[in-house]
Structures are given as structure tokens and as C-alpha cells.
T-cell receptor
Framework: EDQVTQSPEALRLQEGESSSLNCSYT??????LFWYRQDPGKGPEFLFT???AGEEKEKERLKATLTKKESFLHITAPKPEDSATYLC??????????FGTGTRLTVIP | EAGVAQSPRYKIIEKRQSVAFWCNPI?????LYWYQQILGQGPKLLIQ????????DSQLPKDRFSAERLKGVDSTLKIQPAKLEDSAVYLC?????????????FGPGTRLTVL
């Protein structure tokens, strides 16, 4: 059965304090690992797709990496506007997205 | 490009009442999904459509939930009768045709409160 575990559940950072979010997964036949950002009262917003171990993608202050068992979302020098819940999801053989419970990030000015 | 549209944005009903949600996907997106997101959790897939056919409804509580996608465009999700545990945000998402790797785009969701 597909499984996604995200840690930590919540993270508070000072502005400029870099950190990483973790997504551990178990899936049969990975067809992509997806990172989404969700702001309160809004739907998830797509950030990255990673397909194979060793792959990395960057967007502004965010960088996502993938191994065979986990993915990391690195946040460099975060700003208050990076505050959101970050969701990780995997697409396996069933061709549907299976989401983790998310990491709620708060960046304090 | 217009995003995924959903309505209403908020709905409050009493238990045992009925409710319906509407979704209009991004133009040209053949695949449409309905998710349920309970507070503090990630979205959970309820049903997937490919054009107007159901691909996966294994997680849909069929005794009370139903969904349709007439003409392969708009979709409606209905709950009848609602229970307290149905309180959640109902998200609609769509995806372009083609390979399985492309991302899904989500609408803003409908927040349902069952009293």
C-alpha cells in the first residue's frame, strides 16, 4: 500500500534561517513525487515533480531532492511569505496522487 | 489561462441534509479528480474521471456520495444524506491528457460544515 510520511508536522523558522522538510515514501512503481504548497483557504499549488532518484529541482528559495526512499524540500533564507503548508504526494501504479499530511511552515520576521 | 473553478466556496448544512458541489476544470483537461481534505490532513482521493467515464471510485462512500461528469467537462459531487464526519474541504483538480507524470491543478475548494 502506498504510504507517505512527512516530518516535522510543524516548523517555525526565523526569517533567513534555512531548513529542510522531509517526505518519506513507500510506493509500488513510482511515477513521480510531487510537492505542493497550500495556503489557508486555498487549494494546493504545484511546486515540483521529481521522477527518479538523484533528481533535483529549484525554484526561487526552494530546492527539492529525491532518493529511493525520501524527498527533501530545502528552504534557503526563507521569508515570511514562504509560510504555508507544504504537501508531498506520490503517484504509483494506481496513477493517482497519494498525499502526506503536510508540514506547516511558519517564518517569523 | 483560467484555473479550476469550484462553487460554492462555503456551505453549512444540518446532518441528514443533501448538498452538491460543482467543478469546472481547466479547458482541455480530460482527467478530473475530487478529493476530500479533512482539517490537518492531506487531500484524499474520492473519484477520478477520464472524460465522462469513471476511472477510480474505490475510495468513494457510495452509500451517500455520488459524482457525475456529463459531457466530459463540468462535474458535480453530491452527498446525501450528510453526516458530521463529512465536514471537510472538497477539492477538485484536473490534469492534461498525455503521460502520467504531469501535475494536477487544484481549485480553491468548497468548505463544508455539517452541524
Amino acid at each position: 500500500e502506498d504510504q507517505v510520511t512527512q516530518s516535522p508536522e510543524a516548523l517555525r523558522l526565523q526569517e533567513g534561517e534555512s531548513s529542510s522538510l522531509n517526505c518519506s515514501y513507500t510506493v509500488s512503481g513510482l511515477r513521480g513525487l510531487f510537492w505542493y504548497r497550500q495556503d489557508p483557504g486555498k487549494g494546493p499549488e504545484f511546486l515540483f515533480t521529481l521522477y527518479s532518484a538523484g533528481e533535483e529541482k529549484e525554484k526561487e528559495r526552494l530546492k527539492a531532492t529525491l532518493t529511493k526512499k525520501e524527498s527533501f524540500l530545502h528552504i534557503t533564507a526563507p521569508k515570511p511569505e514562504d509560510s504555508a503548508t507544504y504537501l508531498c504526494a506520490v503517484r504509483g501504479g494506481a496513477n493517482n496522487l497519494f498525499f502526506g499530511t503536510g508540514t506547516r511552515l511558519t517564518v517569523i520576521p | 489561462e483560467a484555473g479550476v473553478a469550484q462553487s460554492p466556496r462555503y456551505k453549512i448544512i444540518e446532518k441528514r441534509q443533501s448538498v452538491a458541489f460543482w467543478c469546472n476544470p481547466i479547458s482541455g483537461h480530460a482527467t478530473l479528480y475530487w478529493y476530500q481534505q479533512i482539517l490537518g490532513q492531506g487531500p484524499k482521493l474520492l473519484i477520478q474521471f477520464q472524460n465522462n467515464g469513471v476511472v477510480d471510485d474505490s475510495q468513494l462512500p457510495k452509500d451517500r456520495f455520488s459524482a457525475e461528469r456529463l459531457k466530459g467537462v463540468d462535474s458535480t459531487l453530491k452527498i446525501q444524506p450528510a453526516k458530521l464526519e463529512d465536514s471537510a474541504v472538497y477539492l477538485c483538480a484536473s490534469r492534461t491528457p498525455g503521460g502520467p507524470y504531469n501535475e494536477q491543478f487544484f481549485g480553491p475548494g468548497t468548505r463544508l460544515t455539517v452541524l
